[in-house]
C-alpha cells in the first residue's frame, strides 16, 4: 500500500537516495556513466528545502519506505513539474500514476489553466510516461547545466482546467 505526504526535512538523505538511484538506472545511456557512478545521495540531501510550501515536494511512502517523490510549483502560470521519480526497484508499479495524480489535483485545485515539465533528450522511458498522462512536447528546447554536466532538454505542456 502505497500512501501520499508532505516531505519534511528529515526526509532529504531518503529522498536523496532515491533520486540517485532513478538517475543511475534512468539516464544511463543518456549521461556518462562515470559521472552516474559518482553520483553522491549525501550531497544532494544537503541541498534540499523541505521545510517550505513553494515548491512543495510530495512522497509516496511504502511501510517506512520513501519510494518515490513528486515535486511541484505553483508560483506562475504555468505550473511546473519541477521532478517526478520513482526508485527503480518499484518502477511499472502505479506509483509514478499516483504521483502525476496528485500534482495535477493540486494544479486544478489552484485553478491553473496549463502546466509544463521539461525531459532529458532523448528520455524515452519518461516521454512514454508522460505522454500517457496527457503531456505533449511543445517544440521547446533547451540547454541546462545540471548537477555540474550540460544536457538538452524538451519542453512539454498540459492543459489542466
Same mark, same amino acid.
Given at each position: 500500500m502505497i500512501r501520499l505526504r508532505l516531505a519534511v526535512p528529515s526526509d532529504a538523505a531518503a529522498v536523496a537516495r532515491v533520486h540517485v538511484r532513478s538517475w543511475q538506472a534512468g539516464y544511463r545511456g543518456l549521461l556518462q556513466d562515470s559521472f552516474l557512478d559518482g553520483l553522491d545521495a549525501a550531497s544532494w540531501a544537503r541541498t534540499y528545502t523541505f521545510d517550505v510550501t513553494e515548491p512543495m515536494t510530495v512522497?509516496?511512502?511504502?511501510? $517506512?519506505?520513501?519510494? @518515490?517523490?513528486? *515535486? *511541484?510549483? *505553483? #508560483? !506562475? $502560470?504555468p505550473c511546473l513539474l519541477m521532478a517526478l521519480y520513482v526508485d527503480p526497484d518499484h518502477w511499472r508499479a502505479g506509483i509514478g500514476r499516483q504521483l502525476m495524480s496528485d #500534482?495535477? !489535483?493540486r494544479f486544478q485545485e489552484l485553478d491553473r489553466r496549463a502546466a509544463e515539465l521539461w525531459v532529458l533528450d532523448g528520455n /524515452? /522511458? !519518461?516521454?512514454?510516461?508522460? /505522454? !500517457?498522462? @496527457?503531456?505533449?512536447?511543445? @517544440?521547446r528546447r533547451r540547454s541546462e547545466t545540471v548537477r555540474g554536466v550540460g544536457v538538452t532538454e524538451i519542453g512539454y505542456t498540459i492543459a489542466v482546467n
Open positions: 512522497l509516496a511512502v511504502q511501510g $517506512e519506505s520513501i519510494v @518515490g517523490f513528486v *515535486t *511541484t510549483s *505553483t #508560483a !506562475a $502560470e #500534482a495535477l !489535483a /524515452r /522511458r !519518461a516521454d512514454r510516461f508522460y /505522454r !500517457a498522462h @496527457g503531456w505533449q512536447p511543445d @517544440g
